[in-house]
Protein backbone atom coordinates (compact mmCIF):
# COMPACT_ATOMS: atom_id res chain seq x y z
CA UNK A 1 0.00 0.00 0.00
CA UNK A 2 1.76 3.34 -1.06
CA UNK A 3 2.25 6.23 2.19
CA UNK A 4 -0.09 9.17 1.76
CA UNK A 5 1.20 11.81 -0.46
CA UNK A 6 1.00 14.70 2.59
CA UNK A 7 -0.47 14.57 6.27
CA UNK A 8 -3.52 16.06 4.76
CA UNK A 9 -4.25 12.96 2.44
CA UNK A 10 -3.14 10.78 5.61
CA UNK A 11 -6.48 11.87 7.41
CA UNK A 12 -8.81 9.44 5.47
CA UNK A 13 -5.88 7.29 4.42
CA UNK A 14 -6.58 3.48 5.41
CA UNK A 15 -3.51 2.51 7.08
CA UNK A 16 -1.18 5.99 8.08
CA UNK A 17 0.37 5.00 11.32
CA UNK A 18 3.88 3.77 9.46
CA UNK A 19 3.97 7.26 7.58
CA UNK A 20 3.36 9.22 11.10
CA UNK A 21 6.06 7.22 12.78
CA UNK A 22 8.09 8.14 9.71
CA UNK A 23 7.33 11.83 10.14
CA UNK A 24 7.61 12.57 13.77
CA UNK A 25 10.95 10.35 13.14
CA UNK A 26 12.73 12.11 10.38
CA UNK A 27 10.42 15.55 9.95
CA UNK A 28 9.52 16.35 12.96
CA UNK A 29 9.77 19.97 11.73
CA UNK A 30 9.66 21.23 8.48
CA UNK A 31 8.58 23.47 5.26
CA UNK A 32 5.98 21.40 2.73
CA UNK A 33 5.77 24.16 0.05
CA UNK A 34 3.18 21.99 -1.67
CA UNK A 35 0.78 22.63 0.65
CA UNK A 36 2.26 25.54 1.63
CA UNK A 37 2.74 25.37 5.21
CA UNK A 38 5.24 24.36 7.97
CA UNK A 39 4.35 20.89 9.28
CA UNK A 40 5.28 20.22 13.34
CA UNK A 41 4.74 15.93 13.50
CA UNK A 42 7.05 15.59 16.45
CA UNK A 43 6.02 15.74 19.94
CA UNK A 44 8.21 18.44 21.22
CA UNK A 45 7.14 20.56 18.50
CA UNK A 46 3.89 20.14 18.35
CA UNK A 47 4.18 21.42 21.86
CA UNK A 48 6.66 24.29 21.12
CA UNK A 49 3.84 25.52 18.34
CA UNK A 50 1.21 25.20 20.70
CA UNK A 51 2.77 27.16 23.89
CA UNK A 52 3.96 29.95 21.57
CA UNK A 53 2.71 33.02 22.22
CA UNK A 54 2.44 34.01 18.76
CA UNK A 55 0.32 31.03 17.67
CA UNK A 56 -3.35 32.18 17.13
CA UNK A 57 -6.16 29.53 16.48
CA UNK A 58 -7.23 32.21 13.46
CA UNK A 59 -5.25 34.46 10.79
CA UNK A 60 -5.59 37.67 11.91
CA UNK A 61 -6.90 38.85 8.66
CA UNK A 62 -9.51 36.35 8.93
CA UNK A 63 -11.25 35.71 12.26
CA UNK A 64 -13.91 33.58 10.15
CA UNK A 65 -13.83 31.31 7.40
CA UNK A 66 -14.74 33.45 4.37
CA UNK A 67 -17.74 31.18 3.51
CA UNK A 68 -19.10 31.85 6.57
CA UNK A 69 -18.40 35.42 6.78
CA UNK A 70 -21.57 37.44 6.63
CA UNK A 71 -23.93 34.90 8.08
CA UNK A 72 -25.42 33.66 11.10
CA UNK A 73 -23.49 30.59 10.87
CA UNK A 74 -20.37 33.06 10.77
CA UNK A 75 -21.68 35.49 13.86
CA UNK A 76 -21.49 31.44 15.55
CA UNK A 77 -18.22 30.86 14.68
CA UNK A 78 -16.73 33.98 15.52
CA UNK A 79 -17.99 33.95 18.79
CA UNK A 80 -16.89 30.40 20.12
CA UNK A 81 -13.95 31.02 22.50
CA UNK A 82 -11.99 28.23 21.16
CA UNK A 83 -11.53 30.01 17.53
CA UNK A 84 -10.76 33.01 19.19
CA UNK A 85 -7.36 34.07 20.95
CA UNK A 86 -7.20 37.44 23.25
CA UNK A 87 -8.07 38.46 27.17
CA UNK A 88 -11.34 38.51 26.19
CA UNK A 89 -12.73 35.18 26.47
CA UNK A 90 -10.20 34.31 29.80
CA UNK A 91 -13.33 34.38 32.25
CA UNK A 92 -15.25 32.30 30.34
CA UNK A 93 -12.72 30.02 29.44
CA UNK A 94 -12.10 29.52 33.46
CA UNK A 95 -15.46 28.56 33.86
CA UNK A 96 -15.86 26.17 31.50
CA UNK A 97 -12.67 24.10 32.72
CA UNK A 98 -14.37 24.76 36.21
CA UNK A 99 -17.56 23.64 35.20
CA UNK A 100 -16.40 20.74 32.71
CA UNK A 101 -14.00 19.23 35.22
CA UNK A 102 -17.10 18.97 37.80
CA UNK A 103 -19.28 16.93 35.65
CA UNK A 104 -20.66 13.49 36.78
CA UNK A 105 -19.46 11.03 34.48
CA UNK A 106 -20.14 8.00 36.93
CA UNK A 107 -23.50 6.70 35.12
CA UNK A 108 -22.46 7.58 31.87
CA UNK A 109 -23.84 4.17 30.27
CA UNK A 110 -26.61 3.92 31.91
CA UNK A 111 -27.53 7.87 30.26
CA UNK A 112 -26.79 6.73 26.95
CA UNK A 113 -28.77 3.63 27.33
CA UNK A 114 -31.55 5.54 28.24
CA UNK A 115 -31.04 8.40 25.50
CA UNK A 116 -30.27 5.28 22.61
CA UNK A 117 -34.05 4.57 23.51
CA UNK A 118 -35.56 7.29 21.23
CA UNK A 119 -33.00 6.02 18.41
CA UNK A 120 -34.04 2.87 16.52
CA UNK A 121 -31.65 0.37 15.64
CA UNK A 122 -32.20 -1.30 12.10
CA UNK A 123 -30.61 -4.18 11.79
CA UNK A 124 -31.51 -4.54 8.02
CA UNK A 125 -29.03 -1.39 7.74
CA UNK A 126 -26.56 -1.38 10.59
CA UNK A 127 -24.19 1.14 8.69
CA UNK A 128 -26.45 3.36 8.41
CA UNK A 129 -27.87 3.18 12.02
CA UNK A 130 -24.35 3.27 13.26
CA UNK A 131 -23.24 6.44 11.44
CA UNK A 132 -26.56 7.95 12.88
CA UNK A 133 -26.07 7.14 16.21
CA UNK A 134 -22.27 7.83 16.49
CA UNK A 135 -22.86 11.61 16.08
CA UNK A 136 -26.18 11.96 17.60
CA UNK A 137 -26.10 10.62 20.62
CA UNK A 138 -22.75 12.11 21.68
CA UNK A 139 -24.26 15.70 21.11
CA UNK A 140 -27.39 14.66 23.47
CA UNK A 141 -24.91 12.73 25.93
CA UNK A 142 -23.26 16.32 26.51
CA UNK A 143 -26.78 17.68 26.78
CA UNK A 144 -28.00 15.29 28.86
CA UNK A 145 -24.38 15.85 31.31
CA UNK A 146 -24.92 19.69 31.16
CA UNK A 147 -29.20 19.40 32.21
CA UNK A 148 -30.44 19.83 29.57
CA UNK A 149 -34.04 18.04 29.07
CA UNK A 150 -33.43 15.45 26.16
CA UNK A 151 -33.72 11.78 27.38
CA UNK A 152 -37.31 11.14 26.68
CA UNK A 153 -38.09 14.01 24.38
CA UNK A 154 -37.17 12.55 21.02
CA UNK A 155 -38.64 15.36 18.83
CA UNK A 156 -36.06 17.76 20.82
CA UNK A 157 -33.45 15.03 21.02
CA UNK A 158 -33.31 14.20 17.51
CA UNK A 159 -34.01 18.27 16.15
CA UNK A 160 -30.82 19.18 18.23
CA UNK A 161 -28.78 16.66 16.90
CA UNK A 162 -29.30 17.44 13.62
CA UNK A 163 -28.86 20.90 14.10
CA UNK A 164 -25.51 19.99 15.83
CA UNK A 165 -24.25 18.30 13.24
CA UNK A 166 -25.60 20.53 10.53
CA UNK A 167 -23.61 23.37 11.80
CA UNK A 168 -20.30 20.88 12.34
CA UNK A 169 -20.43 19.79 8.97
CA UNK A 170 -20.72 23.96 7.51
CA UNK A 171 -17.49 24.56 9.72
CA UNK A 172 -15.52 22.44 6.92
CA UNK A 173 -13.14 23.69 4.70
CA UNK A 174 -14.79 20.96 2.37
CA UNK A 175 -18.44 21.99 2.94
CA UNK A 176 -20.51 22.44 0.10
CA UNK A 177 -22.46 25.85 -0.46
CA UNK A 178 -25.69 23.34 0.59
CA UNK A 179 -24.34 22.54 3.96
CA UNK A 180 -22.72 25.93 4.07
CA UNK A 181 -26.45 27.66 3.72
CA UNK A 182 -27.92 24.82 6.39
CA UNK A 183 -25.36 25.81 8.76
CA UNK A 184 -26.62 29.23 8.96
CA UNK A 185 -29.95 27.75 9.40
CA UNK A 186 -28.69 25.43 12.69
CA UNK A 187 -26.77 28.51 14.16
CA UNK A 188 -30.30 30.13 13.94
CA UNK A 189 -32.05 27.55 15.13
CA UNK A 190 -29.66 26.67 18.26
CA UNK A 191 -28.93 30.26 19.47
CA UNK A 192 -32.59 30.26 19.73
CA UNK A 193 -32.98 27.11 21.50
CA UNK A 194 -30.19 27.59 24.04
CA UNK A 195 -31.85 31.71 24.73
CA UNK A 196 -34.88 29.41 25.90
CA UNK A 197 -32.51 26.91 27.76
CA UNK A 198 -30.51 29.67 29.98
CA UNK A 199 -33.64 31.82 30.52
CA UNK A 200 -34.79 32.61 33.79
CA UNK A 201 -37.24 29.83 35.26
CA UNK A 202 -36.68 27.84 31.89
CA UNK A 203 -38.11 24.28 33.65
CA UNK A 204 -35.99 22.52 31.51
CA UNK A 205 -33.08 24.13 33.70
CA UNK A 206 -33.64 23.41 37.06
CA UNK A 207 -31.24 25.16 39.75
CA UNK A 208 -28.09 23.45 40.60
CA UNK A 209 -27.70 21.86 37.49
CA UNK A 210 -24.14 22.23 35.44
CA UNK A 211 -25.43 24.60 32.67
CA UNK A 212 -27.22 26.94 35.10
CA UNK A 213 -23.98 26.85 37.58
CA UNK A 214 -21.99 28.18 34.22
CA UNK A 215 -24.24 30.99 33.43
CA UNK A 216 -24.31 31.40 36.74
CA UNK A 217 -20.67 31.95 37.28
CA UNK A 218 -19.76 33.19 33.75
CA UNK A 219 -22.55 36.18 34.15
CA UNK A 220 -21.04 36.93 37.78
CA UNK A 221 -17.44 36.72 35.48
CA UNK A 222 -18.75 39.76 33.27
CA UNK A 223 -19.75 37.57 30.38
CA UNK A 224 -22.89 38.65 28.21
CA UNK A 225 -25.53 36.35 28.12
CA UNK A 226 -25.08 35.68 24.21
CA UNK A 227 -21.48 34.81 24.47
CA UNK A 228 -22.54 32.40 26.98
CA UNK A 229 -25.52 30.98 24.88
CA UNK A 230 -22.95 30.79 21.93
CA UNK A 231 -20.44 28.15 24.24
CA UNK A 232 -22.36 26.11 25.32
CA UNK A 233 -23.60 25.55 21.99
CA UNK A 234 -20.10 25.55 21.07
CA UNK A 235 -19.69 22.33 23.46
CA UNK A 236 -22.17 20.26 22.01
CA UNK A 237 -20.43 20.89 18.69
CA UNK A 238 -17.29 19.45 20.28
CA UNK A 239 -19.47 16.62 20.91
CA UNK A 240 -19.87 15.96 17.10
CA UNK A 241 -17.41 15.39 14.59
CA UNK A 242 -14.43 14.28 16.99
CA UNK A 243 -16.85 11.81 19.76
CA UNK A 244 -18.02 9.96 16.19
CA UNK A 245 -14.74 9.67 15.25
CA UNK A 246 -13.58 8.24 18.22
CA UNK A 247 -16.49 6.21 18.41
CA UNK A 248 -16.30 4.82 14.99
CA UNK A 249 -12.39 4.49 15.28
CA UNK A 250 -13.37 2.56 18.40
CA UNK A 251 -15.31 0.15 16.44
CA UNK A 252 -13.16 -0.41 13.63
CA UNK A 253 -10.55 -1.54 16.04
CA UNK A 254 -12.93 -3.77 18.00
CA UNK A 255 -13.62 -5.00 14.62
CA UNK A 256 -10.06 -5.80 13.37
CA UNK A 257 -9.89 -7.31 16.86
CA UNK A 258 -12.98 -9.44 16.85
CA UNK A 259 -11.40 -10.85 12.81
CA UNK A 260 -8.77 -11.82 14.75
CA UNK A 261 -10.31 -13.98 17.55
CA UNK A 262 -9.60 -11.82 20.11
CA UNK A 263 -12.48 -11.21 22.62
CA UNK A 264 -11.24 -8.92 25.42
CA UNK A 265 -13.90 -9.31 28.34
CA UNK A 266 -16.53 -6.24 28.21
CA UNK A 267 -15.55 -5.02 32.03
CA UNK A 268 -12.32 -3.14 31.02
CA UNK A 269 -11.93 -3.63 27.28
CA UNK A 270 -13.95 -0.55 25.79
CA UNK A 271 -11.19 1.98 28.15
CA UNK A 272 -8.55 -0.09 26.80
CA UNK A 273 -9.87 0.09 23.41
CA UNK A 274 -10.43 3.89 23.63
CA UNK A 275 -6.85 4.32 25.02
CA UNK A 276 -5.85 2.37 22.17
CA UNK A 277 -7.62 4.53 19.51
CA UNK A 278 -6.79 7.54 21.27
CA UNK A 279 -2.96 7.48 20.61
CA UNK A 280 -2.86 4.76 17.20
CA UNK A 281 -6.03 6.06 15.45
CA UNK A 282 -7.19 9.58 17.11
CA UNK A 283 -10.42 11.19 15.67
CA UNK A 284 -8.54 14.63 15.31
CA UNK A 285 -5.46 14.54 13.50
CA UNK A 286 -4.09 17.34 12.92
CA UNK A 287 -4.78 21.45 13.56
CA UNK A 288 -3.41 24.61 12.72
CA UNK A 289 -1.53 27.56 14.51
CA UNK A 290 -1.10 31.33 12.47
CA UNK A 291 1.56 33.13 13.58
CA UNK A 292 0.52 36.58 14.66
CA UNK A 293 4.38 38.03 14.55
CA UNK A 294 7.73 36.90 13.39
CA UNK A 295 8.96 34.08 15.76
CA UNK A 296 12.01 31.59 16.02
CA UNK A 297 10.15 27.70 16.23
CA UNK A 298 11.80 24.76 16.03
CA UNK A 299 15.20 26.23 14.88
CA UNK A 300 13.56 28.01 12.42
CA UNK A 301 12.46 31.43 11.23
CA UNK A 302 8.79 31.69 10.63
CA UNK A 303 7.32 35.15 9.16
CA UNK A 304 3.64 36.56 10.91
CA UNK A 305 1.16 35.11 8.61
CA UNK A 306 2.91 31.41 8.15
CA UNK A 307 0.37 28.89 8.96
CA UNK A 308 1.66 25.62 10.95
CA UNK A 309 0.05 22.11 10.57
CA UNK A 310 0.38 20.09 14.09
CA UNK A 311 0.24 16.68 13.21
CA UNK A 312 -1.75 15.78 16.23
CA UNK A 313 -1.69 11.95 15.05
CA UNK A 314 2.18 11.35 14.39
CA UNK A 315 3.19 13.47 17.89
CA UNK A 316 1.02 10.79 19.67
CA UNK A 317 3.19 7.98 17.75
CA UNK A 318 6.70 9.66 18.24
CA UNK A 319 8.95 7.03 18.82
CA UNK A 320 11.48 9.83 20.46
CA UNK A 321 9.20 10.18 23.73
CA UNK A 322 9.83 7.75 26.23
CA UNK A 323 7.23 5.12 26.59
CA UNK A 324 5.81 6.52 30.57
CA UNK A 325 5.66 9.73 29.20
CA UNK A 326 3.99 9.02 25.51
CA UNK A 327 0.36 10.73 25.33
CA UNK A 328 -2.18 11.22 23.10
CA UNK A 329 -2.25 15.04 21.61
CA UNK A 330 -5.59 14.84 19.98
CA UNK A 331 -7.12 16.77 22.23
CA UNK A 332 -4.24 19.43 22.07
CA UNK A 333 -2.66 21.17 24.91
CA UNK A 334 -2.05 24.91 26.31
CA UNK A 335 -4.14 27.71 25.77
CA UNK A 336 -6.91 25.94 23.55
CA UNK A 337 -6.90 22.57 24.78
CA UNK A 338 -10.58 20.63 24.67
CA UNK A 339 -11.33 21.29 27.96
CA UNK A 340 -13.96 18.03 27.95
CA UNK A 341 -11.40 15.41 26.86
CA UNK A 342 -12.40 13.02 30.39
CA UNK A 343 -16.47 13.88 28.93
CA UNK A 344 -15.66 13.06 25.28
CA UNK A 345 -14.26 10.01 26.17
CA UNK A 346 -16.72 8.27 28.89
CA UNK A 347 -19.36 9.45 26.18
CA UNK A 348 -17.75 7.43 23.50
CA UNK A 349 -17.09 4.28 25.49
CA UNK A 350 -20.93 5.07 26.98
CA UNK A 351 -22.34 4.72 22.92
CA UNK A 352 -20.19 1.68 21.96
CA UNK A 353 -21.53 -0.32 24.76
CA UNK A 354 -24.91 1.26 23.53
CA UNK A 355 -24.14 0.06 20.13
CA UNK A 356 -23.19 -3.63 20.84
CA UNK A 357 -25.99 -4.10 23.29
CA UNK A 358 -28.18 -3.11 20.13
CA UNK A 359 -26.70 -5.79 18.27
CA UNK A 360 -23.91 -3.73 16.39
CA UNK A 361 -21.22 -5.91 14.90
CA UNK A 362 -17.98 -4.21 14.60
CA UNK A 363 -16.38 -7.46 12.95
CA UNK A 364 -19.36 -6.96 10.05
CA UNK A 365 -19.51 -3.10 9.89
CA UNK A 366 -15.14 -3.60 9.21
CA UNK A 367 -15.96 -5.40 5.93
CA UNK A 368 -17.74 -2.14 3.97
CA UNK A 369 -16.41 1.19 5.16
CA UNK A 370 -14.41 4.27 4.07
CA UNK A 371 -13.57 7.11 5.82
CA UNK A 372 -15.76 10.83 5.53
CA UNK A 373 -13.74 13.26 3.77
CA UNK A 374 -11.83 14.98 5.92
CA UNK A 375 -8.49 17.41 5.93
CA UNK A 376 -8.19 16.79 9.67
CA UNK A 377 -10.94 14.27 11.23
CA UNK A 378 -10.96 10.64 11.03
CA UNK A 379 -14.61 10.04 10.88
CA UNK A 380 -15.25 5.85 9.19
CA UNK A 381 -18.41 6.28 7.21
CA UNK A 382 -20.02 2.49 7.39
CA UNK A 383 -21.57 1.35 4.15
Known sequence: MPMPSD????VTHPDPTPYYRGLAARRPFYRDEALGLWVAAGAAEVEAVLAHPAS???????????ALAGSPAGAMFGGLIRMNDGAWNAPLKGVLRKRMGALELAGMRQRVSALAQDFPFDPTQPGATVNHWMFSLPVLAVADALGLAVTGRPGVAVQAAAQVTAFARAMSPLATSQETAAGSEAATWLQAWMRERLSAGEPDLAPGRPLDALRREALAAGVAQEVIATNAIGLLIQACEATAGLVGNML??????????????????????????????PPVQNTRRFLAADARLCGAD????????????AASLDERVPADSARPWTFGAGRHACP??????????????ALLVRGADPAALLRAFRYRPSLNTRIPHFL
Open 340 to 353: GDALAVSVAQAVVA
Open 7 to 10: PLAA
Open 252 to 281: VRLGREMAQDRHPDASGALRDVAALVLRED
Open 302 to 313: LKAGDAVLLVLA
Open 56 to 66: RVRPLAQPVPP
